[in-house]
């Protein structure tokens, strides 16, 4: 409980979870003296009376006339300015300022004073991060070798051969496979329909239980396979029941690769060989890096959230729980998953719902916070740059939505540059430690 004062008012404000304020004020006989004179003026200037010009009558006759009226318009009037001048005094602001505060009116009297009592969402008092106090640990960015540049042309040349097809021999090292999958739910029910996949049978290209499981395998053969555990954020609760899968190889393959000449390396924007292989290798140590500074930025997120706890506003939390919700349910049916197993998965969906949706907004308004103290700026070049990286789609293919609605997307994108700013605020006093 906290107690403010001023010569007219007395307010009591009571701070509960989830932001919910229970308030309440009480007021002066002087102070209601001064709302009932106003409303007795504002009836004055609505109402025309014989022999009175309009706004002229006086008091008395008002009184007469139009008691109830000017009572009614006195306690509204009453309650406004003793909740304003509340709000002030102990320095909160309603969260949504569109919904009505809920009031009661315990007493407005022109003679004795005022007592209300409010409850209402006041915005969160959000913690100003320090920078310097976060400590995370600084992930090696992995070096880019030779062999790593190699076996990227290697994939880059796949991608543009020509294919053998093999028959009459079992699957071996090096070959491409295709397999048709179909999800086996773990409830028993129906296999989903089935998706054609492409698998190099390399081990550093495919996980350990699809290699061995197409090893020997030959054209036609059908099988059931079931992989190990995925592994999940440390931070989100939703474990995803094991399913198997129907695997049926199709075809067994082998790639007719180009050569490495002049026309291949024009290709990639290249000169010559050597040309083409530090443009590749730049293109490696840029994704390493941006996978270390993900890593970093994840790391920032979860040491602030820790250190800088803060109550949110129960609507805003609904509202983007809702929201998190119908995205998990959306991605867990995108997946084939079956009806009944996502029924069977609806206390940790709930879960996973409110621990993402407390990470992502209790981390915005600190980031945001941290981001406006340091007046971190973004420049139009910055948004324009960043709106065409976002609007190259995987293909290459730009998405105009994003281009021909600049306005529309800008705001986001702002929000989006700020709190990445300020993460690498974070991480550079980390670093400079």
């Given at each position: 409980m906290?107690?403010?004062?001023t010569?007219d008012?007395t307010?009591?404000?009571d701070?509960k979870?989830?932001?919910?304020v229970?308030?309440e004020?009480?007021?002066?006989?002087?102070?209601a003296?001064?709302?009932?004179?106003?409303a007795?003026?504002?009836i004055?200037?609505?109402?025309?009376?014989?022999?009175?010009?309009?706004g002229?009558?006086?008091?008395k006759?008002?009184?007469?006339k139009?008691?109830?009226?000017?009572e009614g318009?006195?306690r509204?009037l009453?309650l406004n300015?003793?909740?304003k001048?509340?709000?002030?005094?102990?320095?909160l602001i309603?969260?949504?300022?569109?919904?009505s505060i809920?009031a009661?009116?315990?007493?407005a009297?022109?003679e004795e004073?005022g007592?209300?009592?409010?409850?209402?969402?006041?915005f969160?008092?959000i913690?100003?991060?320090d920078?310097?106090?976060i400590?995370?640990e600084?992930?090696e960015?992995?070096?880019?070798?030779?062999?790593?540049?190699?076996k990227?042309?290697d994939?880059l040349?796949?991608h543009?051969a020509?294919?053998?097809e093999?028959?009459g021999?079992?699957?071996?090292e090096?070959?491409?496979?295709?397999a048709?999958?179909?999800?086996?739910?773990?409830?028993g029910g129906?296999?989903?329909p089935g998706?054609e996949?492409n698998?190099?049978?390399?081990k550093e290209?495919?996980?350990?239980?699809?290699?061995d499981y197409l090893?020997?395998?030959k054209t036609?053969e059908?099988?059931?396979v079931?992989p190990?555990p995925?592994e999940k954020?440390?931070?989100?609760p939703?474990s995803?029941?094991?399913?198997?899968f129907?695997?049926?190889?199709k075809?067994?393959?082998?790639?007719k690769?180009e050569?490495m000449d002049?026309?291949?390396?024009?290709k990639?924007?290249?000169e010559?060989e050597?040309?083409?292989k530090e443009?590749i290798?730049?293109?490696l140590?840029g994704?390493?890096k941006?996978?270390?500074?993900?890593?970093i930025h994840?790391?920032?997120q979860l040491?602030?959230?820790?250190?800088?706890?803060?109550?949110?506003?129960k609507?805003?939390f609904?509202?983007?729980?809702e929201?998190s919700l119908?995205q998990i349910?959306?991605?867990?049916?995108?997946?084939?998953?079956s009806?009944n197993?996502i029924?069977?998965?609806?206390?940790?969906?709930?879960m996973s719902a409110r621990a993402?949706t407390?990470t992502?907004?209790?981390s915005?308004f600190l980031l945001?916070k941290?981001a406006e103290?340091?007046?971190?700026?973004?420049?139009?070049e910055?948004?324009?740059?960043?709106?065409?990286r976002?609007?190259?789609?995987a293909?290459?293919?730009?998405q105009?939505?994003?281009?021909?609605?600049?306005?529309k997307?800008e705001?986001?994108?702002r929000?989006?540059?700020m709190?990445?700013?300020?993460m690498?605020h974070?991480?550079e006093?980390?670093?400079?430690?």
């Amino acid at each position: 409980m906290q107690e403010h004062k001023t010569d007219d008012l007395t307010v009591t404000v009571d701070q509960k979870p989830q932001c919910v304020v229970e308030m309440e004020i009480k007021a002066t006989p002087k102070l209601a003296e001064e709302e009932y004179q106003r409303a007795i003026k504002h009836i004055r200037k609505e109402v025309s009376l014989p022999g009175f010009r309009k706004g002229k009558a006086p008091e008395k006759v008002i009184l007469t006339k139009y008691e109830k009226q000017v009572e009614g318009e006195f306690r509204n009037l009453f309650l406004n300015r003793a909740t304003k001048e509340a709000m002030r005094l102990a320095a909160l602001i309603p969260w949504n300022r569109e919904e009505s505060i809920n009031a009661d009116i315990v007493q407005a009297k022109r003679e004795e004073g005022g007592h209300f009592k409010l409850k209402f969402e006041s915005f969160p008092e959000i913690p100003l991060v320090d920078p310097k106090a976060i400590q995370i640990e600084q992930p090696e960015v992995k070096e880019v070798t030779d062999e790593a540049v190699e076996k990227h042309i290697d994939s880059l040349r796949y991608h543009h051969a020509e294919w053998e097809e093999v028959e009459g021999r079992e699957i071996q090292e090096g070959d491409f496979v295709i397999a048709e999958m179909s999800i086996i739910p773990s409830d028993g029910g129906e296999p989903s329909p089935g998706r054609e996949s492409n698998f190099h049978m390399d081990k550093e290209h495919l996980e350990t239980w699809m290699y061995d499981y197409l090893l020997g395998k030959k054209t036609g053969e059908k099988g059931t396979v079931t992989p190990p555990p995925p592994e999940k954020p440390e931070d989100d609760p939703l474990s995803r029941p094991l399913r198997s899968f129907e695997v049926t190889v199709k075809k067994i393959q082998l790639p007719k690769l180009e050569e490495m000449d002049e026309e291949f390396f024009k290709k990639f924007g290249a000169e010559s060989e050597e040309n083409f292989k530090e443009k590749i290798k730049e293109y490696l140590v840029g994704r390493e890096k941006e996978m270390a500074k993900n890593k970093i930025h994840r790391a920032i997120q979860l040491e602030i959230l820790k250190h800088y706890p803060f109550e949110l506003p129960k609507s805003l939390f609904d509202q983007e729980k809702e929201r998190s919700l119908r995205q998990i349910l959306e991605d867990l049916k995108q997946a084939h998953y079956s009806d009944n197993e996502i029924k069977g998965m609806n206390e940790q969906v709930e879960m996973s719902a409110r621990a993402r949706t407390d990470t992502s907004l209790r981390s915005h308004f600190l980031l945001m916070k941290l981001a406006e103290t340091l007046n971190l700026n973004i420049t139009k070049e910055e948004i324009f740059q960043e709106l065409i990286r976002e609007s190259i789609e995987a293909g290459g293919t730009i998405q105009p939505d994003l281009m021909q609605q600049v306005e529309k997307y800008e705001p986001l994108i702002r929000e989006k540059l700020m709190l990445n700013k300020a993460m690498e605020h974070i991480a550079e006093q980390n670093s400079a430690e």
